[in-house]
């Protein structure tokens, strides 16, 4: 184990509650604890993992709080030190004294993410699971909070090094060709060598893949409400929603601003934007408005354009559609609940409509699962096995380890050098180890690091 100072830091974010927590980790926790904590069983001859009822005092002696305390001797902690946890009051000002006293003993106020880094140092998580700790904080969602968990756990680690191991055999078979004449190890099975390259490089691609759905569930989709006036947007919207948010008129584009709003669609985090009414306007503040749904028409993951399904498409119909992309757009036919006399042959090139009433709660059920379907978010999670990445740098590096081994192949082909060979393979395994953090760059995993909050 490496060894470090002792830190502290509240675990428990500010504010007022039930409880505040301290946490401290280092070869002095429990000395530090020692100095402050005065209960029926002194510090030091703490059980590990147990709660201890004690009051913690100032150096004249003076109660600063009533407190339960536990220790976690090394390694069987969170960072694998020593780490003590104080639960005191929860309240700025007493979580603030609790502070002050382990700072007083010698403590060191932690860095953001120090507590994990050191984890991640002392061997306790590899990379890929310390960056899972601040996913599972931050999930939006339960879907998003179990494919992080599963991260933490360690799923996408052992899936990687399952893909080392694999390579780590063709690099053998290579250097023991390099090592040794052929008339000692025989000809080069080239077979016995491509084959897995090729297998391994989808299975990597299919991982690299899962980026799409990892990316949606850390982040969320952009979902853009889009449509002329009085179509049944903000309807929409609400319904959506289960709420009154946005308000809901009949007198044509009241809707200026894009309103936003977040929810879970299927186990998707999802914002939702209502745009302004699209038409042609002088009125400046319209316009502007029409200017941003332009901007956000661009950037969503999924447009839905609400049609009303009791009239004609109008020419401020088709203004709407002149923003949206056939390939990203939802066609919600709305106003179902009445006649329909809705010209949708004018809608060809979108093949994916629903048809809701926003004002009855009909069809949003449906609804629901056309966004999802459309995605394509369902398919992909059933596909891989449930490891998912969410993180652009894994992705980045798994495509690296692919480039790697096309390049492995080029070489075979071209009949390169069997060093030429093994070096692709040696790349690739790198790429590889910047997931886990074996060869990731101290910047690198310090980027990584402050990231996280303080006390995490
Ligand atoms: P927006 O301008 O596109 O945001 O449209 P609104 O949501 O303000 O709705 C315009 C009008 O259509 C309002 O009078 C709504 O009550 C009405 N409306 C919205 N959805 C439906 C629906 O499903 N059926 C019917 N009959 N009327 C609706």
Redesign the pocket.
Known sequence: MLSFDTIVAPATPPGEGGIGIIRISGPDAVAFLATVFRGKVNASKMQSHRLYHGHLLNRKSERVDEVLAVVMRAPRSYTGEDVVEVHCHGGTQITRNVLDLFLDAGARMAGPGEFTQRAFLNGRLDLSQAEAVIDVIKARSERAGRVALSQLEGHLSRKIYRFSDRLKESLALIEAHIDFPDDEVGVLDLPALLDPVRELSQDMQTLANSFDVGRVLRDGINVLIL?R????????MNAMLGESRAI???V?G??RDTLEEHLVLAGFPVRLIDAA?VRETDDPVESEGVRRATEKALAADLILL?VDGTCPLTDEDFIALDLCQPAKTLVVV?????AQDCNLDNLALFTHRVA?????NLGLVDLSHAIVERLGCDATLSGSEGVVITERRHRDALTSAITSLQGLLVSVKTLAPLECLAMELREALSALGQITGETTPDEILDQIFTRFCIGK
């Open positions: 449509g006036p009085n179509v049944g947007k903000s309807s929409l809901v008129t009949s044509a009241t809707t009414g609400v709305n106003k179902s609940d009445q809701v009433s926003a004002k009855h």
